[in-house]
């Protein structure tokens, strides 16, 4: 069956700290896995696509990584900001083209001052 | 520059009505999807539209009907409103299906509250 996995649920961080958010997949065939933000009340917002042969990708103080072989990705947040407080979802493509999207339950990231 | 729009943003309704969530879009994308978020799941796909006259079943499409009125705009309907329906609904576009290294684009949601 295919699954996205996220961990933690939600995570508490002070502002200017790092974090890294977890993402497990049980996709197949795999065709790219992307991070999306969703603020508070918003609809997600792409950040970061990643295809079976990227391993690290980088957006602003967001950097991406992905391991095919041991179906993980992971994002990390460098010197946090109030404005980064959302929620984070994993989202996997499938089969060719990546025609079928399933989506992670996503990560709730609360930045305190 | 709006994106994807969705009206109306919040409904209550009661249980065995019907209402009609609207969804348009500038970006002259081909495909355009319908999700639920609810708490603790990730989204999940209703219908969706790969083009303009097309649409599909998505994962849970029971007690939903959809219309692709034109390139621009794509509707959900809810027959008679059960309390299971109460959610946030999205509703996405992105250039093409089966593009799957292009974006979705999705608007600010829905938020439908069943009595």
């Known amino acids: 069956k295919n699954q996205v996995e996220q961990s933690p649920q939600s995570l508490i961080i002070l502002e200017g700290k790092n974090c890294t958010l977890q993402?497990?997949?049980?996709?197949?065939?795999?065709?790219?896995l992307r991070w999306y933000k969703q603020d508070t009340g918003r609809g997600p917002v792409s950040l970061t696509i990643?295809?079976?042969?990227?391993n690290t990708k980088s957006n602003r103080r967001y950097t991406a990584t992905l391991d095919a072989d041991t179906k993980q990705s992971s994002l990390h947040i460098t010197a946090s900001q109030l404005s980064d407080s959302a929620s984070y979802i994993c989202?996997?493509?499938?089969?060719?083209?990546?025609?079928?999207?399933?989506f992670g339950a996503g990560t709730r990231l609360f930045v305190k001052a | 520059n709006a994106g994807v729009t969705q009206t109306p943003k919040f409904q209550v309704l009661k249980t065995g009505q019907s209402m009609t969530l609207q969804c348009a879009q500038d970006?002259?994308?081909?495909?355009m999807y319908w999700y639920r978020q609810d708490p603790g799941m990730g989204l999940r796909l209703i219908y969706y539209?790969?083009?303009?006259?097309?649409?599909d079943k998505g994962e849970v499409p029971n007690g939903y009907n959809v219309s692709r009125l034109n390139k621009r705009e794509f509707s959900l309907r809810l027959e008679s409103a059960a309390p299971s329906q109460t959610s946030v609904y999205f509703c996405?576009?992105?250039?093409?299906?089966?593009?799957?290294?292009?974006?979705?684009?999705f608007g600010d949601g829905t938020r439908l509250s069943i009595l």
């Open positions: 996405a576009s992105s250039r093409a299906l089966g593009l799957g290294n292009q974006p979705q684009h």
């Open positions: 993402c497990n997949y049980t996709v197949s065939p795999f065709s790219n």
């Open positions: 990643m295809t079976f042969s990227e």
């Open positions: 989202v996997v493509s499938a089969g060719t083209g990546g025609f079928k999207t399933i």
């Open positions: 970006m002259n994308h081909n495909s």
């Open positions: 539209s790969a083009s303009e006259g097309t649409t």
